[in-house]
């Protein structure tokens, strides 16, 4: 348990390390699209004005080709800003913005006067109204505001990038302690294991000591093979919650049941003594047992089998899965809802388990399971994948009107 507390510890600092360089690398894509947009506005601006001085001097139309264009990208421009800098914008930016729009409007009425003037025969006119300065006034504003924007959006963006790197920091003195932790436990582990050696050298009895040191090496070997499987799972778990995920209370919410799934089927695998064997009806209560209420919904049946003990884990991972999303959207989500389950074993060499979990009573499948819990996708599903991968089975699912069905199929012995 201990070890199991230290990896969600472990799962947790990862996630919240994850998060934040990924909010920062969404907010380096956001500053990039922000800034070029306004770097193509203010270019707009002195396009159009850029066309509208060759006109007022050659009077040849040709020259209007860049002003026509930026009479209708510039407004275009400042409205595709708005939007990209979104609801989240300060004060202060809406504010920018919506003066840029007016900037630019006003800007762009200027220009059209001017170039109206020439094609009148008012050059003199037009001339008096350029050296006026207002539109000269109009891009100068149009530049600040330019540059208040790219102030304000540089800032968020140091500002994300320095809550990512506090993050980094406060996270690897953590991750520091949670490995010395991991390594406490290893000495600890060594030291009982010698502790035992020791008491098993100083037994008179030659065949008796020939007896537990066989036994000794025996159990070395299945405690090795069960840690590394143990490690295998909790890593795995740790590494899909983290994708996709933004709130890490709900992805250590998810780690810690299923990691208390793993604590329940290897509680059960316990006190065997010699035995290599667990009663799959055994592993089925201590999983089920939470699910269960005093109408007793979840019914089960089947004959007598004794699972190897490296199939206890992935067994209760996948019978935890399937019972949470019973509750979730399933048949245990409604009062008046039930599960059986029932399982046969053939008689043949690899003597197949095939276990039917059945629901009645519930809503409607395809209305109550959203497709990130359908079987093949979301965490939920690969994690069932995986445990059956393990079993060296496999698994079907089907989703009439009445109810949920499951087929799962494995051999008890198997390499």
Known sequence: MGLITIMIGLGAALTQAIQAEQRARAQVES???????????????????????????????????????????????????????????????????????????????????TIAMVRAGQSDAAAT?????????????????????????????????????????????????????????VLVGFRLERRLAFAEFQARDTEALRRMQARSDLLAKELNHRVKNLFAVILSIISLSGRGKKDVRTTVADIRARVHALSLAHTVSQGNGDDAIVALADVLQATLG?????????????????????????????????????VKYGALSRPEGTVTLRWIVS???????????????????????????????????????????????????DLPPEGAEIRLAFPLYRD
């Open 129 to 185: 109204l350029v050296s006026s300065n207002l539109g000269q006034d109009l891009m100068q504003e149009f530049r600040a505001l330019v540059r208040n924007l790219e102030d304000e959006e540089e800032a968020i963006l140091r500002d994300a990038l320095s809550n990512a790197a506090r993050i980094e920091r406060r996270t690897l003195p953590i991750l520091g302690f949670l490995g010395l932790a991991i390594l406490a436990l």
């Open 347 to 397: 008689t043949d060499a690899d003597r197949m388990v095939t276990l039917d979990w059945t629901e009645r009573g519930g809503p409607t499948p395809h209305a109550a399971a959203p497709e990130d819990v359908q079987i093949a996708d979301g965490f939920g599903g690969l994690m069932m994948q995986t445990a059956t991968q393990q079993l060296g089975g496999r698994m079907s699912r």
């Open 31 to 113: 500053t990039n699209n922000i800034l070029g947009l306004l770097r193509r506005s203010l270019r707009a601006g002195i396009d159009a004005e850029t066309g509208q001085r060759g006109f007022l001097l050659t009077e040849d139309e040709s020259y209007l080709a860049p002003f026509t264009r930026a009479e209708q990208d510039w407004p275009n421009l400042v409205a595709e800003l708005g939007r990209a800098i979104g609801p989240s914008a300060t004060p202060a930016q809406k504010e920018n913005v919506a003066r840029m729009a007016v900037v630019a409007d006003a800007k762009i009425s200027e220009l059209r006067r």
């Open 290 to 326: 939470p699910y269960q209420d005093e109408a007793c919904r979840i019914d089960m049946e089947g004959p007598s089998v004794d699972l190897p003990v490296k199939s206890v884990t992935p067994f209760g991972l996948v019978i935890h899965e399937l019972a949470t999303n019973a």
